[in-house]
C-alpha cells in the first residue's frame, strides 16, 4: 500500500485537552487571585482568562460574582474553624502543652500563604458586612477554643477569656512581624513568652 492509499489519520488537537473546572476550582482561584490583589480583583471576566476557559464555566457553578465572593468566605470560614478544632484539640492533662504548641506553630513556621489570605480577608471586612460577620465568627471560635484550654487547664472562665485574647493577639503579631534580629535566642524568648501565657 502506498503513502497516497493509507487511511487518514485523525487529527490531534492543537492543545491538550482541558479537564472542565468544578466549582471548587473556582474557588481556590478566587482565593488565590483575592490573596494578591484584594476582593476587587475578582472579576469574573478575569479570573476565567487567568483559568483559560470562558464565563460560561463560571455561570455554570455561580449565578453571580456576589455568589462566588460568598462561596469563598464559606470555605474560608469553614478551612479555619476546622484547623482551629484540630489545633485546639486536647486530651485531659495535655492543656499547657497544646497551649505551647499553639504559640510554636503560629510563631515559628508562620504560614505566609495562609496569612496573605487571612489579611485580604480581614481588608474586605472592614467595609462588607458580610465578610466582617464571617472574621468575627471565626474569631470567636479561635478564642472559644482557647477558653476551653485555659479553663480545663485550671483558671477562671474571666482569666481564661483573658489569657484567651492574649493568646491570639501574641500568635497573630508573632505571624506577622519580622522580628528574627531582636533577640539572639529567640526559642529562650519564645519560652518566655509562653510561660507569661500560661503563668497561674
Known amino acids: 500500500m502506498t503513502a497516497a492509499n493509507l487511511p ?34 475578582l472579576r469574573v471576566e478575569v479570573l476565567a482568562k487567568r483559568c483559560g476557559v470562558t464565563k460560561g464555566s463560571f455561570y455554570w457553578h455561580f449565578k453571580d460574582r456576589q455568589a462566588l465572593l460568598a462561596a469563598v468566605l464559606q470555605h474560608w470560614k469553614q478551612g479555619r474553624i476546622r484547623d482551629i478544632e484540630k489545633t485546639t484539640f486536647f486530651k485531659p492533662g495535655e492543656e499547657l502543652e497544646r497551649i505551647n504548641h499553639l504559640i510554636e506553630l503560629y510563631g515559628a513556621n508562620p504560614n505566609r500563604k495562609g496569612m ?13 458586612d458580610k465578610a466582617a460577620a464571617v472574621v468575627e465568627a471565626v474569631d470567636l471560635h479561635r478564642l472559644e477554643c482557647a477558653r476551653k484550654l485555659f479553663v480545663a487547664a485550671g483558671m477562671s472562665e474571666t482569666e481564661a477569656k483573658s ?3 492574649l493568646l491570639y493577639a ?31
Not at 496573605?116 to 462588607?128: G, H, K, P, S, T
Request: net charge positive; proline share 7%; with cysteine.
Open 8 to 41: 487518514a489519520q485523525p487529527s490531534r488537537p492543537s492543545h491538550p485537552s482541558r479537564l472542565p473546572l468544578g466549582q471548587a476550582d473556582w474557588i481556590a482561584a478566587a482565593t488565590e487571585v483575592l490573596a494578591r490583589e484584594g476582593v476587587s480583583g
Open 116 to 128: 496573605e489570605i487571612e489579611l485580604a480577608i480581614r481588608d474586605w471586612a472592614r467595609y462588607d
Open 163 to 165: 489569657r484567651s485574647l
Open 170 to 200: 501574641c500568635a497573630f503579631g508573632l505571624s506577622l512581624m519580622r522580628y528574627a534580629p531582636f533577640d539572639s535566642n529567640l526559642p529562650q524568648l519564645k519560652q518566655r513568652l509562653s510561660e507569661r501565657i500560661v503563668a497561674v
